[in-house]
């Protein structure tokens, strides 16, 4: 399967979606940054956003706490947005900064760490379209997990 979206698939999927090529242009080129879906090995790209962690982290149901993982692990886990104090940093760091919040979980939290895994890819968007892992359920995936293997 190719990892380039082709000037064809473009017009294809603007037609399937009743919208403007330039328009389904457009919004790949802001969420890319005009790069693509995809990082240089291969990997997807994702944005990991520390506040949306904060806010998955504390829904009903996952009974975890952040308090704790912000306190320690502030780069990672904050009520609110705030890319001048924690930048987001680059495309390849965004991977390691989803794999320090499961890591975290392990050994901080090991009964919910699977909250916290959970948590973490939700709290990503991905790709081409810059999509929020949380909204795997509106696209038609049982779980996260499903969604980022998709991706």
């Known amino acids: 399967m190719s990892k380039v979206l082709t000037r064809q698939a473009i017009l294809a999927a603007a037609k399937a979606h009743d919208v403007e090529p330039a328009?389904?242009?457009?919004?790949?080129?802001?969420?890319?940054?005009?790069?693509?879906?995809?990082?240089?090995?291969?990997?997807?790209?994702?944005?990991?956003?520390r506040h949306w962690l904060w806010k998955r982290l504390s829904m009903e149901g996952r009974n975890v706490d952040p308090r704790r993982l912000a306190g320690q692990?502030?780069?990672?886990?904050?009520?609110?947005?705030?890319?001048?104090r924690y930048p987001y940093g680059g495309e390849l760091y965004q991977w390691d900064r989803v794999a320090g919040v499961i890591t975290w979980g392990?050994?901080?939290?090991?009964?919910?760490?699977?909250?916290?895994?959970?948590?973490?890819?939700?709290?990503?968007?991905?790709e081409l379209f810059q999509i929020m892992g949380y909204h795997y359920g509106e696209l038609g995936?049982?779980?996260v997990y499903d969604f980022k293997h998709a991706q």
């Open 23 to 49: 328009a389904l242009q457009a919004v790949i080129t802001v969420e890319t940054g005009g790069r693509g879906g995809f990082l240089p090995n291969g990997w997807c790209k994702i944005l990991f956003e």
């Open 73 to 84: 692990r502030p780069d990672l886990c904050g009520r609110r947005w705030d890319p001048k």
């Open 106 to 126: 392990q050994r901080s939290d090991p009964e919910r760490w699977e909250s916290y895994k959970k948590a973490a890819y939700e709290s990503c968007s991905w």
């Open 141 to 143: 995936y049982a779980n």
